[in-house]
């Protein structure tokens, strides 16, 4: 060991575009894989949740105006800051996984490659997933996909950063705002993603990301009445009816899926518009 | 109280331009053996002096576009492809300026167009199919994700750095290497390209860049090695080169003239129209293949529109096209403005009605005030015949099925717009032209998702949206 | 009252009348508005630019917490913007509400600045929400003590409810009443009209009822005058003088902070209804916060490095 002592990092929340620590004031250990300290992150409470879903629902409709050739390059840029901090997250997933320097540098490089992936989705989807119908009578008939809302994620356990990455990404390509939920025993990478985020130009409130304990915080989630859709990929399979029962009440679009580069993911948290108009003068 | 805007030039100083440029083949300079000059047509300055590709230039630079295939280009995954397109497109941004001064001095076109329309698009290109490059298995074209291999491209002077990214960026994010020719006129900003690639890394012979005139694109276009032609420029040089490959097994693919039907109906929202309408035929000096060029009026609103469009027009700002307020710059070529000259004398002896707004043209450099003409029938030669430059043909129609016909009554099939207030009138129209890009209530927009190309004479397939990749994959109806 | 000769003053005729006005494409407004602002007034325009800004600015106050300190301050600044330099000129009026146009018009008489109109708001301002009776009399005090101008608003409610009628005929009430004694802007709060097409039909309306003035907003709504608004009312202004031969003038209020800004309003005047509108008679800007800024600009202009706002005084 050198003389010098590290300045340790705090691990906080992020919503709407700043860094708070939990309104609880609680927070919970995170060990490394071979059990030494690494951090206190913050024990997310659900108000919270209250207070990312609220940013996320003010940012949605703007994120899903923009053009969708701008969300692609910031989704772009997502990818370009990441990229510039591989070192950074490579350490920190080795720390919490055990897993080898190369190994932690090849999720890394999976997940900027991820996000490169989903970025050139924006701007070509629609292409694929709309269509003009061709229905019977004198009418112009077209189906164009919509971006669903506010989407929550339970962001997997295995591969911190890379399961974190394909969860979010989808979501946020074509207009929907995010509230994800960390990885409760692995939660650094996803924290530190807001680190990123915050430097790449993507608007308060578009994604928010909370640490915490998936057992208290997946009903909050799955009973908010302002919660669109839910990607319960990280939640375990035994866990998947209640969480769906509990989100009957407004209807959210539930999904968990198995593949992490798959258009399928984008489509699961959009709408699709049907629009009649006559043809003649 | 006037108010004269006082002059506002961009500095060419974020430029450097060499005195001499050869060509680039394989990842590097190579020194052409005779050349010509390139001049800026605003003032008539030589810029710079440009290698005349030899049929030897062309055959080096098509073995290093087939070896960069084999050895490396196809070898890479799409992920990987497209990251490089990525960077291009990146880079692109970060150098806007250059590109926009260059472009500017090098075609003649107001720098508020190359700023906010060539250099932008050129880079959105870019970032659009960087993002296709590894998809294509989703671009649902047809069953085939296979590139052609080594294609030739051949570009026009009157977008140059756009034109170069609608051929090179799905052309390299399908899988193809490239040999590419620039137009004669305007080779400048082709070769400010050929440095982007190297900053970013493009492995050697991907991209080759041969300068050149009619003679240097012949000898692509016959050239055994190239698996694919894509050519945009004029409807007589296309045909040549269509017949030149039929008996080939080369794919072709073109993007030739208009004469763009620019309907307004007496409905329309009347000051945007005329907007719409200078937009039309006087952006980019009307060198537009897809320009509002034949104005059909409904005569209920005729006489209100042509005063308020001749209103408008004393506004355009004509002169340096370095001058941040300019609307109207040069016209590319001494050609070029001896063909305006040759089809608006026609028009002045056909009978159609000449009037242009009062402006001073510089006395050096090659000019052409905003023109429009009235009274002009589909047989005059002005209805007919592309100008390509900032002259208007003026028609009227009583009934909506006369303006169909008349927009209609034409080989081409580029363009057309539509100005009404009436949707059901809008949809209707879209139904019954015969054109490929139809602009409702605005005109000459682009985007790489829009796909763009023409009917009949004006072209073979499209350009841009998942249209526009089939061209590149091998075996795809279009 | 003729009304130009083209509505008689009945509903029917102005209903028709607003009907047959072509519609505006909202994009393609936004776009010339656009592309009108990336004209680039530099050297001596931008100069020129700078000092005619400032003669046309109304330089305002309308707070509720307005003393007649607050307001003599206002009149002094208006008068002499730079106390140190007596080449820049006054602004085009000042505008406060009602029960504080005496305490300007004296103050400014004081100050020797005889020829610079007081422009009161008036007829309930901002909101428009009072009774007829109300309103005569709001526009009548004003007068009686020294407005020259008179900044009505007009009852967006109606307007929105379909009653034009009951508009036109509040603007041609209040339009008696100044008679010759002051002129009348009518503020129409394009904020709360929303579309453009909305905003051509009240231009029209309010020009037809003896508008000399058409105004964007109170400046206590957002949006207020936005680019493509004073755009489309430029378009009514020059349209109406075709119709007409009278030249109505335009004032863009709220939202116009700087001197980027307040050029961007001269180009959309200069290309739009033309040079003519280029004066304090036909052009105003309803602002506060923009004078200091257009001092400022004007001050690196002369001495060619960047001012601080400790060089410019507060009113």
New interface residues.
Partial sequence: MSGRLEVMKTYKLYINGAFPRTESGRSYEIKSHSGEFLANACLASRKDLRDAVVAARAAQPGWAKATAYNRGQIIYRIAEMLEGRADQFAQEISLQTGATAKESLQEVSEAVDLLVWYAGWSDKLPSLAGATNPVSGPFYNFTVPEALGVVGVIAPIEKPLFGFVAAIAPILVSGNTAIALASSSAPLSAISFAEVVATSDLPNGVLNILSGQQSELAPWFASHMDIDGLDISGLAVDQHGTIKEAGVENLKRISSFAQTAEPGRILAFMEAKTVWHPIGN | ????????PESRSVVKIDPVYGHFINGKWVTGTSHFNSINPATEEVLSSIALGTSADVDAAVKAARNAFDKSWSKLSG?ER??YL?RIARIMQERAREFAVLETLDNGKPI?ESR?VDVPLSA?HF??H??????LE???VGTTTTPHGVVGQIIPWNFPLLMLAWKVAPALATGNTVVLKPAETTSLTALLFAQVCQQAGLPEGVVNIVTGDGSTGAAIVNHPGIDKIAFTGSTDVGKLIARAVSATNKSLTLELGGKGANIVFG???????V??IVNGIFFNQGHVCCAGSRLILQENIADEVLEKLKRRME?IRVGDPLD??TDLGAINSAEQLAKIHELTAAGDTEGAARWSPNCALPDKGFWFAPTIFTGVTQAHRIAREEIFGPVLSVLTFRT?NEAIEKANNTPFGLSAGIWS?????I???T?QLRAGVIWA??FNKFD??SPFGGYKESGWGREG??HGLSAYLKGSAK | MNFYGLVDGSDTSLRNYLKQLPGVDQVGADARAAMLATRSIKTTSKAWAIDTAISMVDLTTLEGADTPGKVQALCSKAFRPDPTNPEVPHVGAVCVYNDMVGIARQHLDSIGAKELPVAAVSTAFPSGRASMAVKLQDTEDAILAGAAEIDMVIDRGAFLSGRYIEVFEEIVAIREVCGNRAHLKVILETGELVTYDNVRKASYLAMLAGADFIKTSTGKVTPAATPPVVLVMLEAVRDFYDLTKVRIGVKPAGGIRTTKDAIKQLVLVNETAGPEWLDPSLFRIGASALLNDLLLQRMKMSDGYYASPNYVTID
């Fill in positions: 109280m006037n108010f004269e805007y006082a002059a506002a992920r497209g990251k990525f508020r906010d959105a970032f659009y960087a993002g296709w490059a590894d998809k989703f671009a649902g409905d329309a929202a009347i000051d945007e129209t907007e719409g506004k941040k307020n909506p207030e009436k949707g059901s009138n949809l209707w129209a139904q209530n605005t790489p998702a949206g998942r």
